[in-house]
């Protein structure tokens, strides 16, 4: 079993920054992908950064590369996505995921363990 917990949300202006957290708890990690999504009330849950545990190889989706960075802490087990120049389009709430296969991917329904998820709210 695989707990996971974000941390770092909050409230910020347009064009500011935010560091997300996740400390993952419960197995050794290895050879996993550690992803985020985010999603907002009445859509769809979307793919924003993976890192690949083993190697460190990292995604983006178009909307946030260049503004975001996933990056991993091996010894403490946590993965963190540092996000910059920040939009109101960015507003969701943020999760920290686990795909316990190593193939990446940005289908949601492959990733086996989840967060309960922290704000990001950008105002205008």
């Known amino acids: 079993q695989v707990q996971l917990v974000e941390s770092g949300g909050g409230l910020v202006q347009a064009g500011g920054s935010l560091r997300l957290s996740c400390a993952a708890s419960g197995r050794t990690f290895s050879s996993y992908t550690m992803a985020w999504f985010r999603q907002d009330p009445g859509k769809q849950r979307e793919f924003v950064a993976a890192?690949?545990?083993?190697?460190?190889?990292?995604y983006y989706s178009d909307s946030v590369k260049g503004r975001f960075t996933i990056s991993r802490d091996n010894a403490k087990n946590t993965v963190s996505l540092q996000m910059n120049s920040l939009k109101p389009e960015d507003t969701a709430i943020y999760y920290c995921?686990?795909?316990?296969?190593?193939?990446?991917?940005?289908?949601?329904?492959?990733?086996?363990?989840w967060g309960q998820g922290t704000q990001v709210t950008v105002s205008s």
């Open positions: 890192i690949k545990w083993s190697v460190g190889s990292t």
């Open positions: 995921a686990v795909d316990m296969s190593n193939i990446f991917t940005r289908r949601p329904e492959s990733y086996d363990y």
